[in-house]
C-alpha cells in the first residue's frame, strides 16, 4: 500500500562516481557551504552584507545618542556621561591646550575620510584657538591665498577656505558657511552658501564681519547636524551646552577636555550638571524678550490707572440733595 503523498520523505541521493566533477562540486557544495562561505561567493553580497551592517551600527549609534540626548535633556547627566565613556567617547588630557589641539587633529582624519564633522566649544577663545589650529591642518587642500581685512583682524583666506559670515548679507543669516570658491581682483569674494549653494559676491568693504568657520560655539552649531562633533569641555561646561553638542551629531561625539581646567571625569559630571552656569544666547534672549514685554505692560498698566485717576478728579460733583429735590427719583 502506497503511503500518503504528505508523509513521503525526500533525501539528497549521494552523487554518483561517474558523476561530472562540476555537478559533484555544485551538489555536495551547497549542503556544506556555511554562512559565510555563502555570502563571499555571491557576487556583490559582501557588499550588501556590508552596507546591513553598517545600517545596523549607525541605528545603534542613533539610537544610542538618542538616549543619551533625552538624558541629559532630563538632568540625568551621569547615565548620559557614563555611555559616552564607555564608548571611550570621553577623553582626558593633561591640559587644555592639548585636549584641543587632540580634537583637532580627530577632525582632520574624519574630513579626510569624507565626513562631515564639527569642532566646537563654550568659550569663544576657544573657538578662535581652534579655528586657527584647524586652518593649519587642512592647509594642503588649501588653493591660492590672500589677506583680508576683517572685523576680526587680518585674515588669510584661500580657495576652498570654509568661512562663516557674522552678520545678514545677501539673503542670508548670521551664522551662514560659505565656501570660498575664488579671489576677484577688486577685492571681493566669490562664495557659495552650504546650506543652499547659492553663489554670492561678497564685499568686504560693505560686510567685513567675515572669519573662518571650522569651529563654532554651542549655541551657533544649534542649526546644523553632522556625521561627527568634536567638542572642547572646560571649565565653563554645563548640562545645556552639552546636550546641544550631542544633538548635533548624527554618528558619533568626541569630548576632551584638559585636567587643568576639570581635573577629571568626576569633576566634568559636576559642571555638566550645572544648569545655570551657562545660559544658551537664544534662552537669555528670550528671558530679556519676556522681561521688556512685562515692563511694557506694566506701564500701559500704570499709564491707564493714572489717567483714569485724573478723570476722576476733574469730573463735576453731582449735588445730590439738589437733585432729590428736583424730584429725579434717582436714589444716590
Known amino acids: 500500500m502506497s503511503r500518503p503523498r504528505s508523509l513521503l520523505t525526500f533525501r539528497r541521493s ?5 558523476a561530472p566533477e562540476s555537478s559533484v562540486r555544485r551538489r555536495s557544495g551547497a549542503d556544506t557551504l556555511n554562512k559565510n562561505h555563502v555570502l563571499s561567493n555571491v557576487p556583490g553580497e559582501n557588499r550588501r552584507s556590508e552596507l546591513f551592517e553598517g545600517l545596523g551600527r549607525n541605528s545603534r549609534t542613533e539610537e544610542r545618542l538618542r538616549g543619551v540626548a533625552t538624558d541629559l535633556r532630563a538632568g540625568v547627566v551621569s547615565r548620559a556621561l557614563d555611555v559616552l565613556r564607555d564608548k571611550g567617547a570621553v577623553r582626558e588630557h593633561r591640559i587644555h591646550d592639548e585636549a584641543r589641539s587632540a580634537l583637532v587633529r580627530a577632525w582632520a582624519e574624519a574630513t579626510r ?8 566649544a563654550s568659550r569663544n577663545d576657544d573657538v578662535r584657538a581652534m579655528n ?10 588649501i588653493g ?6 576683517t572685523d576680526f583682524g587680518e585674515r588669510t583666506f584661500g580657495i576652498g577656505d570654509v568661512l562663516v559670515g557674522r552678520e545678514r548679507a545677501h539673503g542670508g543669516v548670521n551664522g551662514d558657511l560659505y565656501t570660498l570658491a575664488a579671489h576677484r581682483d577688486d577685492g571681493r569674494l566669490e562664495l557659495v552658501r552650504r546650506r543652499d549653494g547659492k553663489h554670492v559676491v561678497w564685499d568686504l568693504h560693505e560686510h567685513p564681519a567675515i572669519d573662518h568657520g571650522y569651529a563654532t560655539t554651542s549655541y551657533r552649531s544649534q542649526e546644523r547636524t553632522v556625521d561627527s562633533v568634536f567638542a572642547l569641555a572646560s571649565a565653563a561646561e554645563a548640562r545645556r551646552g552639552l546636550y546641544v553638542d550631542v544633538t548635533r551629531a548624527r554618528e558619533d ?5 584638559g585636567k587643568d581646567e576639570v581635573q577629571d571625569f568626576g569633576d566634568l559630571l559636576v559642571r555638566a550638571q550645572r544648569d545655570s552656569g551657562k545660559i544658551l544666547v537664544l534662552d537669555v534672549e528670550r528671558n530679556v524678550s519676556v522681561r521688556v514685554e512685562r515692563e511694557q505692560q506694566r506701564e500701559r498698566e500704570q499709564k491707564r490707572l493714572r489717567s ?8 463735576p460733583k453731582l449735588d445730590r440733595g439738589r437733585d432729590r429735590g428736583r424730584g429725579t427719583g434717582m436714589s444716590w
Open 113 to 120: 575620510s569624507g565626513k562631515s564633522a564639527l569642532l566646537v
Open 14 to 18: 549521494a552523487p554518483s562516481k561517474n
Open 132 to 141: 586657527e589650529l584647524a586652518r593649519e591642518a587642512v592647509r594642503e587642500r
Open 144 to 149: 591660492e591665498q590672500r589677506v583680508y581685512a
Open 253 to 257: 561625539v568626541t569630548i576632551a577636555y
Open 308 to 315: 483714569v485717576a485724573i478723570e476722576h478728579e476733574h469730573e
